[in-house]
């Protein structure tokens, strides 16, 4: 099965819906990483390289979106969600503008680059951010869906994307349905609930076999759409479980398992465990070396989950 | 380049920079806050783009085709709000909803409850990053709008003003005038006290850009100025006008304490004596011509 990078299929959706003139898209000396090079070799009159000044670059993309241009702006999510928070909170999210704030290289499996490159505060930073809509694909096929989406919604939002090629998934499974903001079922067991984002996904259905050879039957939720979260489908999962296992490739403060566990907390309180890095800055390290490290691959999103259902007894 | 302007269009629009003056005043005092010291450097500047230069219409604040006005120094609504309530965009006695919380007038300039506003701004150094981005629309869409972007003295301290003047020279936005209030003063003292962005010029003509300087209480030399950028071809422009914080009532004129702090009564009512005494004069000078 051949892996593809989020960022990858990013460049090919946008290069797809490119013939829609309203689209512009920005980026800061990293458009070969970003991919937007595809775009930019097809409509070269509206992808501009505007040099590595993002704080610009954010600004400008608000003053396209008032007279009408529907904007993508590309950088790695350090630089995009990071070094330019305030020009995002301020000049695009108050204003609610049109434009789409793209962070590729989130996470640590960005892999040897190491911690100032690997961003893991993107999620909770733009979560933050009042009417900001912040989606996590977990795989190819759910890039380009959520890609094509977001170019069709009038207003701010912030899509993370990966460097590492991973697995295809959403594409493989007949049940999955996308519609924008909605949590997809991937599996539905009555045990205990896996709910994942981004390259998480995978890793939550790898652990549902390693589960299921233990007797235990996962519901694995794929969340593309970490703001607003799709809580009605997170209850559902928490009456219909009891129990809930969140993953992540982020700070597991403030991103998704923080957004599940406020959700669970007020309507249908249960125990809520969080797979994600542990509040701690990645080393410089192969991606799936780093992912081990950190203690988030499959086994142990599959070791969270039996605890998880050992504290419903 | 057009006419300079005739000695009756000259004394209506210091009228009207008067009657800015005069109204912002009166906010930030009603208001109990607001920015008096850079909103007074900025009355001539607006009454000459409001009144005579931009594009626009009122009845239509969001025609595609309009010439754009990004307030970069987003802190002085008090003129431009005035202004923009002078000009006909909502009722003059709406500038009593200033920093009201029944309201949503806000402290700083907002784009969609305030008509006439094009860019949300207030943290400094992000509106002419969007106005570079306006221009550029411009040129992509192949209209013939105009974008003005007015920036403070202090407020090109930031980093990213650098980058959007690199941006705008490096595109040949000549279809954008930024101008920057040059009052020399900010919140904690003079800008060459705190962190000297001098020489201006120098450094705009650096980046790729045409300057031009002026004194900013002139409309006859603001006019000049934007005719000026508006005749230069292939590349932007910015008009460096030479202006006084607090312009206009003798306390506040030249003092960081009038950057932020509104006036009591005591002191509202000095101000406001001399600023009627200057719109008395101002009227007395356009009525000769009617």
């Known amino acids: ?57 954010v600004g400008m993309a608000a003053g396209l979106a008032t007279c009408g241009k529907t904007v993508f702006v590309n950088s790695f999510a350090m630089f995009t969600a990071g070094r330019a928070f305030e020009q995002i909170r301020n000049s ?35 979560r933050a951010i009042p009417g900001m809509m912040v989606l996590s694909p977990c795989d190819a096929n759910e890039t380009k869906l959520v890609t094509k989406a977001i170019a069709q919604y009038d207003g701010p939002c912030f899509m993370r994307l990966g460097r590492l090629e991973v697995e295809q998934c959403t594409n493989l499974l007949p049940d999955y349905r996308f519609e924008l903001g909605k949590a997809s079922k991937l599996s539905d067991g009555r045990d205990v609930a896996i ?80 797979v994600g890095i542990r509040d701690e800055f990645g080393r410089s390290g192969d991606p799936l070396a780093l992912m081990e490290l950190y203690h988030i691959t499959a086994a142990d999103i599959a070791e969270k989950a039996e605890a998880a259902v050992r504290m419903k007894k | 380049m057009e006419a300079v302007l005739s000695p009756k269009e000259r004394a209506q629009y210091a009228l009207l920079a008067a009657r800015i003056r005069r109204s912002a005043l009166e906010m930030v005092y009603r208001a109990t806050s607001g920015h008096i010291g850079g909103s007074f450097s900025l009355c001539e500047i607006l009454s000459v783009l409001y009144f005579h230069e931009l594009r626009i219409d009122p009845k239509q604040p969001d025609q595609p085709d309009r010439d754009r006005l990004v307030l970069s120094k987003g802190h002085c609504t008090p003129a431009l709000y005035s202004a923009l309530a002078l000009r006909g965009y909502f009722p003059v006695e709406d500038l009593k909803q200033f920093r009201d919380i029944r309201y949503h007038m806000s402290g700083h300039a907002e784009m969609h409850h305030v008509k006439g506003v094009d860019m949300s701004t207030g943290s400094l150094g992000q509106g002419i990053s969007a106005a570079v ?9 192949k209209k013939d709008y105009r974008v003005y972007a007015i920036l403070g003295d202090g407020e090109i301290q930031e980093g990213q003003v650098w980058e959007a003047a690199m941006a705008a020279g490096n595109y040949h936005l000549d279809n954008l005038c930024a101008i920057v209030d040059n009052n020399n003063i900010q919140i904690d003292g003079t800008i060459e006290e705190i962190m000297s962005p001098y020489p201006i010029d120098k450094k705009f003509e650096d980046f790729g850009w045409n300057v031009i300087c002026c004194d900013g209480h002139d409309v006859g030399a603001i006019h000049d100025a934007l005719e000026q950028a508006k005749a230069c071809k292939g590349k932007p422009s910015v008009i460096v006008a030479k202006t ?21 009564a005591e002191q509202y009512a000095a101000a406001a004596a001399e600023l009627d005494a200057a719109l008395a004069a101002c009227e007395k000078e356009a009525a000769k011509y009617e």
């Not at chain 1, 800061?28 to 670059?57: H, S, V, W």
């Open chain 1, 1 to 57: 099965m051949n892996k593809i990078s989020t960022r990858s299929a990013y460049g090919e959706a946008l290069a797809e819906i490119g013939k829609d003139s309203r689209i512009v898209v920005l980026d800061a000396d990293l458009q070969c990483c970003t991919r937007t090079e595809k775009f930019a070799a097809l409509y070269p009159e509206r992808a501009f390289n505007i040099g590595i000044a993002e704080a610009n670059m």
């Open chain 1, 92 to 126: 695009l999210a108050y204003p609610h503008l049109n434009v789409k704030v793209i962070g590729t290289h989130a996470g640590v499996t960005v892999g040897k680059d190491g911690a100032t490159h690997q961003c893991l505060e993107d999620l909770a930073a733009m």
């Open chain 1, 195 to 274: 709910i994942a984002t981004g390259l998480m996904v995978q890793e939550a259905m790898k652990a549902l076999e390693l589960l299921r050879a233990k007797g235990i039957e996962a519901t694995v939720l794929d969340v593309h759409c970490v703001k607003p979260l799709d809580a009605d489908a997170v209850l559902a999962a928490a009456e219909q479980c009891g129990c809930i296992v969140t993953a992540e490739e982020a700070n597991i403060l403030g991103g998704l398992g923080g957004a599940v566990a406020e959700v669970v907390c007020e309507s249908c309180p249960v125990p809520v465990l969080r």
């Open chain 2, 133 to 141: 981005g306006m221009a550029l629309a411009g040129k992509l869409d």
């Open chain 2, 244 to 264: 006084v914080k607090g312009r206009g009532v003798s306390f506040m004129e030249n003092s960081c304490d009038w950057h932020g702090n509104d006036p009591n």
